[in-house]
């Protein structure tokens, strides 16, 4: 089932594209929030799964190792702000086109690292950044993409996802881009939610048409790959003259990075960061007061809060079929979802009992219930009807928009006392808390060397400190780079309420979820088996085996 949304049921990444809303009271309008609704039955969530044609393109090329994928986020209403932006003007003294080379990295594991909101700037997220390691030596000191220049006015067809006021941020941005760089006009082409962008670049693949620049997640990046159809974008990070240095990229995220690694593909650079959240949990914490408790930080807690809340005739967990929450609790418990090889499934770990066992146990002893949307969970808790809810990061513009006491008067304070933080963990990640993360990243797609290079000015603007933040603010994503954390505006935006730093918080612990075309169809297997769960129709064991088997399956087609 998806989102409401003016009216239209949207799917949940749809629904995440129109609804990621800003926080902080200057730039929050008043919208109104869907009456949490129980599902009686089950209501999976809408994946995608498709191959793809062969296309046009330049030549391929590779770069480093490659690290998993993400899922998506809920979000929020709210008003877009003015995005005051600027960009360096696109190089145009350069002789004719070409297009890429050929690089072969070796890249070593990461490591974690955990930060707070206010030293984000100095820690690194994620830790060690395999992207990082890869491009030490190559990132701006040249490739072939140098001697390619920008003649003409050149028109850019980017397909998103974003709907309301971060369409019309995105809007901002892109005439912005286009101010400071007169030839490259980019036309906006809104689908509404990234499924559709999907089915829309699989049908422009087997026209032989595809578009400059679509947003999608990594899943979708192995789709089209069928048709070797998206770029390579190693040799435009090398080009001295538009790439990134080695200070911008550990400027950004490494967990924002290395999710755009494609070890699948060669290990070839398949897309760029654009839009990041993570899986974190929002507690009601006067409710939790009322208990003698606090935000629990282990599932045993989290399981006798929901227990307690029941019997004190509130509700327990409203949890809606979302694969992205399942990922995240197994990461929580110390494990992965898929092998390291991308070739089967993880459920038979110990790490996955775990976690399909907490959901067996509330299921059964009635402290969780169905929801048809992460819509209803946020209603659900801004209503003050659960102690807590698990969703995604960008959550936090949509409580804020509905938990005022009076919407006119927002300085009347909140109706409770709120707060966001990382979901309970299992018991060896105490100390290294995990969580997914979320977010579609932006691809570009093979097409002419000139079309190609204005593509990744965008991408790389996008990505710029300035506007990674305004973007942030508005939106309620993550800001990409370090720099735009410890920004005057940004940590201007985090000290308007503490609450507001509590993604960039939780933000180190996300890792990504899994790359592979198979990964669609596991996704909707894994809504499934969940939605049976929370009905009491099957078991921990039974859906351990179930998910193993069917993953192990869509992996192997």
């Not at 929030?33 to 030549?59: I, K, L, N």
């Not at 082409?189 to 032989?208: E, F, I």
């Not at 942030?472 to 410890?486: H, I, N």
């Not at 499934?528 to 769960?533: Q, T």
Request: hydrophobic share 40%.
């Amino acid at each position: 089932m998806g989102e409401m949304f003016n009216g239209k049921r949207l799917s949940r990444r749809g629904f995440l594209g129109g609804f990621a809303g800003a926080a902080g009271a200057a730039i929050l309008a008043a919208c109104g929030g869907e009456t949490a609704t129980v599902a009686p039955t089950a209501a999976p969530v809408a994946t995608r799964a498709a191959t793809v044609a062969a296309t046009t393109g330049s030549a391929a090329t590779t770069a480093p190792a490659a690290t998993t994928g993400a899922a998506a986020a809920t979000t929020a209403p709210t008003t877009a702000a003015a995005v005051a932006t600027t960009a360096p003007a696109v190089a145009t003294t350069a002789p004719a086109a070409t297009t890429g080379a050929t690089t072969s990295v070796a890249v070593p594991a990461t490591t974690g690292a955990a930060i707070n909101p206010t030293a984000a700037a100095s820690a690194t997220l994620g830790g060690q950044s395999q992207f990082v390691t890869a491009f030490a030596n190559t990132a701006g000191a040249g490739s072939p993409v140098d001697s390619v220049m920008i003649r003409q006015r050149t028109e850019l067809v980017f397909y998103h996802s974003q709907t309301g006021p971060n369409e019309i941020a995105l809007k901002q941005i892109t005439d912005a881009f286009t101010a400071a760089n007169p030839n490259i006009v980019i036309n906006l082409q809104g689908l509404t939610s990234y499924d559709n962008v999907s089915a829309k670049v699989r049908a422009d693949l087997q026209g032989g048409k595809p578009p400059d620049l679509a947003v999608g997640y990594e899943n979708d990046v192995a789709n089209y790959m069928t048709g070797e159809a998206v770029l390579d974008l190693a040799p435009y990070i090398n080009s001295k003259t538009y790439g990134w240095t080695r200070e911008d990229l550990n400027d950004i995220f490494p967990g924002f990075l290395d999710r755009n690694l494609y070890r699948d593909f060669k290990n070839q650079i398949l897309s760029a960061p654009f839009a990041a959240s993570v899986l974190m949990m929002w507690v009601n914490n006067d409710m939790l007061k009322s208990m003698n408790m606090t935000a629990p930080k282990t599932w045993d807690d989290f399981k006798r809060i929901a227990d307690m809340s029941v019997k004190a005739g509130k509700k327990g967990l409203p949890i809606n079929t979302d694969a992205s929450i399942l990922d995240g609790m197994v990461f929580s418990f110390g494990g992965e979802v898929i092998s390291a090889d991308n070739k089967r499934g993880q459920f038979d770990t110990p790490a996955a009992m775990g976690a399909l066992q907490v959901l067996d146990d509330m299921g059964k002893a009635g402290t969780l219930y169905q929801v048809r949307s992460t819509a209803d969970s946020q209603a659900a808790f801004t209503n003050g009807e659960v102690p807590f809810y698990l969703g995604s990061s960008t959550g936090r513009g949509y409580i804020q928009d509905t938990i005022f006491k009076d919407k006119a008067n927002p300085g009347a304070g909140d109706k409770f006392d709120w707060a966001g933080t990382s979901i309970p963990q299992g018991p060896s990640n105490q100390n290294s808390p995990k969580t997914a993360l979320y977010g579609g990243n932006v691809i570009v797609f093979k097409t002419t060397p000139e079309k190609q290079l204005a593509s990744w000015q965008f991408v790389k603007y996008f990505a710029s400190r300035d506007v990674t933040a305004k973007w942030g603010q508005v939106t309620g994503y993550l800001p990409v780079r370090k720099s735009a954390a410890e920004s005057v505006e940004y940590k201007a935006f985090l000290a308007m309420k503490p609450v507001n730093g509590a993604p960039l918080a939780v933000a180190p612990s996300g890792k990504g979820e899994p790359q592979p075309a198979g990964w669609s169809k596991s996704r909707t297997d894994i809504a499934e088996v969940m939605a049976k769960l929370f009905n009491k129709q099957t078991s921990a064991m039974m859906a351990a085996q179930e998910l193993q088997m069917k993953i192990n399956r869509n992996l192997s087609e």
